[in-house]
């Protein structure tokens, strides 16, 4: 599976961005398809993952409410709407996909090359 994130940029806490992931060279109703996010000085950590045909959605605590996956099987592309932005959004944004559901960024083979988020205060 080839994936290309796009979408990020600079915005004002309080802002909104939307990331698009698009995807390439497999089934994409067949895989989990999962954002992450790494920050600098951090780990890569999990922000949302929505899984194949059934569209299930999970979130980490600190988005939850904020940011919304979905996707659109028959464009082979998984987004990331993202409300209410923070400064602690600030972060390189990743998408991944899967074929079983997990939230850990080790589990993952397939990834996009990640899209810069700057959340201004």
């Known amino acids: 599976v080839q994936l290309q994130a796009c979408g990020g940029g600079l915005v004002q806490a309080g802002g909104s961005l939307r990331l698009p992931c698009a995807a390439s060279?497999?089934?994409?109703?067949?895989?989990?398809m999962t954002w992450f996010r790494q920050a600098p000085g951090k780990e890569r950590e999990f922000v949302a993952i929505?899984?194949?045909?059934?569209?299930?959605?999970n979130y980490a605590d600190s988005v939850k409410g904020r940011f919304t996956i979905s996707r659109d099987n028959a464009k082979n592309t998984v987004y990331l709407q993202m409300n209410s932005l923070k400064p602690e959004d600030t972060a390189v944004y990743y998408c991944a996909a899967r074929r079983l559901y997990s939230r850990t960024p080790t589990d993952y083979n397939y990834w996009g090359q990640g899209t810069k988020v700057t959340v201004s205060s």
């Open positions: 929505i899984s194949g045909s059934v569209g299930i959605k």
């Open positions: 060279g497999r089934t994409f109703s067949d895989y989990a």
